[in-house]
């Protein structure tokens, strides 16, 4: 069964989990954020530049906007290499079912991807490389740090007040009703743990409601969107000037000087004027790769913003 997003749904409508004792004795939190959730999230949310298509191509075409999330993408490694190993080796056979029910085999790559051949495998292996390292790798201490800080909250929160407290109130649209937790869906389903809890995730990036992976191993998933702290634009607005913060925001991710311009939407000049003085000051790096000269934040660009 795919991840399932929750949705607006009248009152009392939706998925209730059900839990026994040895279900609330078995629930935990992750023990740090799971990156290929992060990923496939971010992903799936629409929310990215769109210059970055040509190096995720593949992933883009499995994680849709609008559509379910394929199980395949289920790793709850938090080490991102082993998880894009266990992607890899999901069997053909589910990779196919998966493909064909959920997303069609319109694209000659889909086609190949869901035949098993290797070089398709190599493809989506590229792109979920590229896509970590471009979408979440610059933040990736900063979702780290905002992931630690969410659970020693929730742990407070569950030692001062019992771990139904916590279930409770871990987002507006979801309750919890012993013995059951209630998920917001717009279809009605029933379901027992029968012994194996659930594992929790806090998500930092791309996730806007709940989410649920019921027949993830060893345990179903319940994913749940943190708000991360975010700059406070207005203060670094008034000191860099509104389109140098603009620049320097845009830099999370590595750009050329022409793709610099093209997304904050200035002159060419004028980009590469805002980089060489973000530059000069120690807040971007520049190095050139052939004809084109690359630019990206630095630590110290990282500490300004955050």
Do not use: C
């Amino acid at each position: 069964m795919p991840m399932v997003l929750s949705e607006s749904a009248p009152k009392g409508r939706g998925l209730t989990i059900l839990f026994e004792l040895e279900d609330l004795a078995r629930t935990r939190f992750a023990p740090a954020p799971l990156p290929m959730y992060e990923l496939v999230f971010t992903v799936h949310s629409g929310a990215w530049d769109r210059l970055l298509l040509p190096r995720i191509r593949p992933l883009a075409e499995l994680v849709r906007p609008g559509r379910f999330i394929p199980d395949f993408f289920n790793s709850a490694r938090p080490d991102f290499d082993e998880a894009v190993r266990q992607v890899l080796d999901v069997p053909s056979t589910r990779v196919r079912d998966q493909i064909a029910s959920m997303l069609g085999t319109t694209s000659p790559w889909l086609r190949s991807y869901a035949a098993g051949t290797p070089a398709a495998r190599q493809d989506l292996k590229a792109a979920l490389t590229a896509g970590f390292r471009e979408l979440l790798g610059p933040h990736w201490a900063q979702t780290r740090q905002a992931f630690d800080a969410e659970v020693r909250l929730r742990s407070a929160q569950a030692v001062a007040h019992g771990l139904g407290s916590l279930l409770g109130n871990l987002h507006p649209s979801i309750s919890w009703t012993p013995p059951a937790l209630h998920v917001e869906l717009t279809w009605e389903s029933e379901i027992s743990l029968h012994g194996t809890g659930m594992l929790i995730v806090p998500v930092l990036n791309g996730l806007t409601r709940p989410a649920v992976s019921l027949f993830a191993e060893p345990q179903p998933l319940l994913f749940y969107p943190v708000t991360a702290p975010q700059p406070s634009g207005g203060s670094l607005e008034l000191a860099l000037g509104r389109t140098r913060t603009l620049v320097l925001r845009a830099l999370t991710s590595e750009r050329t000087t022409t793709e610099l311009a093209r997304h904050v939407g200035i002159s060419l000049p004028t980009a590469s004027q805002h980089a060489t003085a973000l530059r000069t000051a120690g807040f971007v790096s520049t190095h050139r790769n052939g004809r084109s000269v690359r630019h990206r934040l630095t630590r110290r660009g990282w500490e300004l913003l955050n």
